[in-house]
């Protein structure tokens, strides 16, 4: 099976079977899950949950890769292909039973936050997800405050979901070979919200704000949504960063914004 990885699609294929091995060992895929992988390539984690016995959707971009897969696995009553863009494929619609869903895959570097921001919509519906992103991304994603990776990124996944980085993947092991070192992260979606907020929207734009202009105190930054006297009668020092913020900090914040 032969195909030219192509750099609009920001293909980078997985062979490393040791790595294939470590990812599915933390993952613990088990027969009759019903599994949602994201930018399958040319297989290398698809036919392993095949083995396993879970009942496959695959979400494919790539017409070209669509037609490999559909030979490849033509045998295979357990696997759905879909040829379709992940960034606005309906999730949602592949939970048709009670199984909630888990979610795997090898994400594009260019489109992994907002594609992880989409499926965070049916967050609901899913029980885990494990994915293979830049290092600096998973580096982000599971940031704590006061660190230099702390930012919006951290806050809302971690609104959403637990975070835990699993390990990093190097370069070698993809063909062709990135220039960035890889990791794998796994997001666990919240059964209930661990902090109570006004409202997402009104959420997502006081952290965003803050974050804008991270350089500021809080008390420039947010002045507009909440005055230094607010932020001290809610024991949160104006003088501070948006990066020393705990996710908390921001939900209180927002519960007495002018938003």
Known sequence: MTHQARKRFGQNFLQDHSIIFNILAHAQPQQDQHWIEIGPGLGALTEPLLAAGVRLDVVELDRDLVGLLQKRFAGSSQLQIHSADALTFDFAALANDQQKLRIIGNLPYNISTPLMFHLLETANLVQDMHFMLQKEV??????????????????????????????????????????????????????????????????????????????????????????????????IDPGLRAEDLSLEDFARLNRHAML
């Not at 993947?169 to 062709?176: G, I, K, R, T």
């Not at 796994?186 to 997402?200: A, R, Y």
């Open 138 to 235: 998973v580096d982000r994603i599971c940031a704590e405050p006061g660190s230099k990776q702390y930012g919006r990124l951290s806050v809302m996944m971690q609104y959403f979901c637990a975070t835990e980085w699993l390990f990093d993947v190097p370069p070698e092991s993809f063909d062709p070979i990135p220039k960035v070192m890889s990791a794998i992260v796994k997001l666990s979606p919240h059964s209930t919200p661990p902090v109570e907020i006004k409202d997402f929207k009104s959420f997502n734009q006081l952290v965003t704000q803050a974050f804008s202009q991270r350089r500021k105190t809080i008390r420039n930054s947010l002045r507009e949504l909440v005055d230094a006297q607010q932020m001290q009668a809610l024991s």
